[in-house]
């Protein structure tokens, strides 16, 4: 079955440390998305990238990083210059053309730095 | 500027009830339109879309029809259960940005 996997699931880490957190498509996208959710809140985005070794900066991309070597791949480190790391983190991807397009959404990782 | 607005939750209802979630958005040009759902601890899930003005999106018994002329496009049920209880955002699709807008979410808590 095509979709998104996003791994793991739940990620504690201690102050201080760097984290990466994986997200995987097959679903032949050119787009992928990086999104941020504190609790109660809506989708804020972080990182996104339309094709293969090129990303842009969203709304909130100070303290994180992003990769995108691979097409099926958009890898988010979470660095140790991010004030307040703790939050769920959900991937999208969709294709690209002709404006904004439907985003099919991974499961998610929640993050909690300790 | 561009911008999604969504009524405010918890919405909370009975088994049952009829459900209306509010979603205006400001825009130019002709934006397509999305409904999405999150339930507890997911990722988020297509729920409809409307493409075009005065089509009319459905799933699962939901229900929005796209209205251009007030630039809005609620979300509504006619009989909602307990397992509707979710979070739902409005998201279109917005000239001139390169990600879908979404807005602040809606929670539906719906009791037995």
């Known amino acids: 079955d095509g979709g998104i996997t996003q791994s793991p699931k739940y990620l504690f880490r201690k102050e201080g440390q760097n984290v990466t957190l994986s997200c995987e498509q097959n679903?032949?996208?050119?787009?992928m998305y990086w999104y941020r959710q504190d609790p109660g809140q809506g989708l804020r985005l972080i990182y996104y990238?339309?094709?293969?070794?090129?990303?842009q900066k969203g709304d909130i991309a100070e303290g994180y990083s992003v990769s995108r070597e691979k097409k099926e791949s958009f890898p988010l480190t979470v660095t140790s210059a991010q004030k307040n790391p703790t939050a769920f983190y959900l991937c999208?991807?969709?294709?690209?053309?002709?404006?904004?397009?439907?985003?099919?959404f991974g499961p998610g990782t929640r993050l909690t730095v300790l | 500027g561009n911008s999604v607005t969504q009524m405010e939750g918890p919405v909370t209802l009975s088994e049952e009830a009829f459900l209306t979630i509010n979603c205006t958005y400001t825009?130019?040009?002709?934006?397509?339109l999305f409904w999405y759902v999150q339930y507890p601890g997911e990722g988020l899930q297509l729920l409809l879309k409307?493409?075009?003005?005065?089509d009319k999106g459905s799933n699962k018994g939901f229900e929005a029809t796209y209205r251009k002329e007030t630039t809005s496009f609620h979300l509504e049920k006619g009989s909602v259960q307990v397992s509707d209880s979710a979070v739902y955002f409005c998201?279109?699709?917005?000239?001139?940005?390169?990600?879908?807008?979404f807005g602040k979410g809606t929670m539906l808590l719906v009791s037995p």
């Open positions: 999208a991807s969709s294709i690209v053309g002709g404006g904004p397009r439907e985003q099919f």
């Open positions: 679903l032949n996208h050119d787009a």
């Open positions: 990238s339309q094709i293969v070794n090129d990303f």
């Open positions: 825009a130019t040009g002709y934006p397509s």
């Open positions: 409307a493409t075009k003005a005065d």
């Open positions: 998201a279109p699709s917005l000239v001139g940005y390169s990600t879908l807008t």
